[in-house]
T-cell receptor
Framework: DTAVSQTPKYLVTQMGNDKSIKCEQN?????MYWYKQDSKKFLKIMFS???????INETVPNRFSPKSPDKAHLNLHINSLELGDSAVYFC???????????FGQGTRLTVV | GENVEQHPSTLSVQEGDSAVIKCTYS??????FPWYKQELGKRPQLIID?????GEKKDQRIAVTLNKTAKHFSLHITETQPEDSAVYFC????????????FGTGTQLKVEL
């Protein structure tokens, strides 16, 4: 009964490839997020969607494109992967107006 | 935008001692301050939070204090145990601003036997 689940857990790919990470939450939340955690453990928000609409878009290269087919899913597609994209990507969800964010288990992306 | 600073970056204590982690924030509109614990290879998990209308909150061995005037808040862990070893993140957000959490840079806490 995982509340926020993302797949895959590990992703190793070559530079220049395109890859996607999927996220699903079964908490009934209306807001979902993507966070990036780099090698120094810094956690930084990338995107936030509320009811399928983009509400936060930080300064992220346009090679990163989030897609929310419904409020329970938020996927992240990355084009033309670069070495610097290597990080752990966390999906999270919360209820807008509420506060606690629940995180998925993370996807460790390694670009070689 | 919000900027959250966190100190220290690493903290080593003996089992049974107390640990204190401090954070400052810049945006006076921030009104919610959670603390997350992240064990090695795991997801960040909320351990305690505080809202701007409260000065202190306690939950068993952990407590958080907030000084709105000075824009700083702190996490206090008493009677530390080895299982408290983890990276701790403070964060700040305005609940009217899309719930965007701005995280501190993290504190690696090591509790030694």
């Amino acid at each position: 009964d995982t509340a926020v689940s993302q797949t895959p857990k590990y992703l190793v790919t070559q530079m220049g490839n395109d890859k996607s990470i999927k996220c699903e939450q079964n908490l009934g939340h209306d807001t979902m997020y993507w966070y990036k955690q780099d090698s120094k453990k810094f956690l930084k928000i990338m995107f936030s969607y509320n009811n399928k609409e983009l509400i936060i878009n930080e300064t992220v290269p346009n090679r990163f494109s989030p897609k929310s087919p419904d409020k329970a899913h938020l996927n992240l597609h990355i084009n033309s992967l670069e070495l610097g994209d290597s990080a752990v990507y966390f999906c999270a969800s919360s209820q807008l107006g509420s506060t606690e964010a629940f995180f998925g288990q993370g996807t460790r992306l390694t670009v070689v | 935008g919000e900027n959250v600073e966190q100190h220290p970056s690493t903290l080593s204590v003996q089992e049974g001692d107390s640990a204190v982690i401090k954070c400052t924030y810049s945006d006076s509109a921030s009104n919610y301050f959670p603390w997350y614990k992240q064990e090695l290879g795991k997801r960040p998990q909320l351990i305690i939070d505080i809202r701007s209308n409260v000065g202190e909150k306690k939950d068993q061995r952990i407590a958080v204090t907030l000084n709105k005037t000075a824009k700083h808040f702190s996490l206090h862990i008493t009677e530390t145990q080895p299982e408290d070893s983890a990276v701790y993140f403070c964060a700040a957000t305005s609940t009217g601003g899309g719930n965007k959490l701005t995280f501190g840079t993290g504190t690696q806490l090591k509790v030694e036997l």
